[in-house]
């Protein structure tokens, strides 16, 4: 199971929509690695107009966290939205930040960055 939903707000999903920060508070509570991992890069993004994770998660459980934080489209989206930035991922852990698509967001999501991006260590991760 990707998150931990609460009896509340499973209800109010029943009756309706929900809104963005309630389902972000939810993201966060339920993948704190992953949260914590992307509000870092949002934060570096915001200052620099670009930052990566370039640190293998600790556990499978973390990476676990971040895979599911970012392949699912609510919750990249609501990310997103919330941190104002555009996010991207290569391999299993490197997540990245951009306040703006350009040349160097087309860089890093190009299948020439992901080839470079590859080691060994990483082949199963």
Do not use: K
Not at 77 to 97: D, P, S, T
Request: glycine share 6%.
């Amino acid at each position: 199971m990707s998150l931990n939903v609460s009896s509340e707000l499973l209800g109010r999903a029943m009756r309706g929509e929900v809104a963005d920060a309630e389902f972000v508070a939810c993201v966060r509570e339920s993948l704190p690695y992953a949260w914590a991992t992307i509000a870092a890069v949002a934060t570096g993004a915001q200052v620099h107009g670009f930052a990566d994770n370039r640190t293998p998660p600790p556990s499978e459980e973390a990476r676990g966290q971040l895979l599911r934080a970012l392949a699912s489209d609510a919750m990249r989206g609501a990310l997103e939205r919330h941190f104002g930035v555009r996010l991207a991922f290569q391999n299993c852990h490197r997540v990245a930040a951009f306040t703006e698509e350009g040349e160097r967001y087309e860089r890093f999501v190009s299948p020439r960055a992901q080839l470079l991006n590859q080691s060994p260590e990483l082949r199963d991760c």
